[in-house]
């Protein structure tokens, strides 16, 4: 039985470095976002249609192994909820873990756009996301998906049993974590 934590929100939100603490507190193996889609740029920067097919196959191979192994994992992920496909694969994540009898954990952090476009150029966040170091492309990009996409749910959408939305604009991730653990019941080690 393997559980997943699937923390969502929009870019520079916190997803990252939240999961970063999340993996220290609790032992949990943790995969960004960005894991996959730096792999995927890197080999096939100039064919989209690559590039986002590979990010998909390294996600999927991630969530078997984890699977196969018994490895409790952490996912960030941005969520479009305008978007059927996206709802629909994070169903099926919740399935595909709740049938080995793990527990699937959605947790969704909200924030000003203020904050996160400080956020957007932190040290650490340009250093593990090489495709955001370009920082005046990165806000501009950052502010264009708030027209395109709705990255956030509306009061009672999700109806998942293991879920909690948090609003991190004023805590820092170790507090955040700590919510999400109190919550869940997580076992810190």
């Excluded at 960004?32 to 097919?53: G, L, P, R, V």
């Excluded at 009672?156 to 700590?178: A, Q, R």
């Amino acid at each position: 039985m393997t559980n997943l934590i699937v923390i969502i929100g929009p870019q520079a939100v916190g997803k990252m470095t939240v999961g970063e603490k999340l993996k220290e507190r609790i032992g949990y193996s943790l995969m960004t976002n960005h894991d996959s889609i730096e792999i995927a740029i890197k080999i096939f920067e100039n064919n989209e249609k690559a590039k986002w097919e590979l990010k998909s196959k390294i996600r999927e191979d991630v969530f078997n192994i984890a699977i196969e192994n018994n490895i409790n994992i952490i996912f960030t992920y941005i969520l479009d909820f305008n978007s059927k496909e996206d709802i629909k694969y994070i169903n099926n994540l919740k399935d595909k873990f709740e049938k080995t009898g793990g527990k699937f954990y959605l947790i969704e952090l909200e924030s000003e756009i203020k904050t996160r476009l400080v956020r957007n150029i932190t040290p650490h966040r340009l250093e593990l996301k090489p495709s955001k170091r370009n920082k005046e492309w990165s806000n501009k990009e950052l502010l264009e998906s708030m027209n395109k996409y709705r990255m956030n749910s509306k009061e009672g959408e999700i109806k998942f049993e293991n879920y909690i939305k948090i609003n991190n604009n004023n805590l820092t991730p170790i507090e955040v974590s700590d919510i999400i653990i109190n919550k869940f019941s997580l076992n810190k080690i």
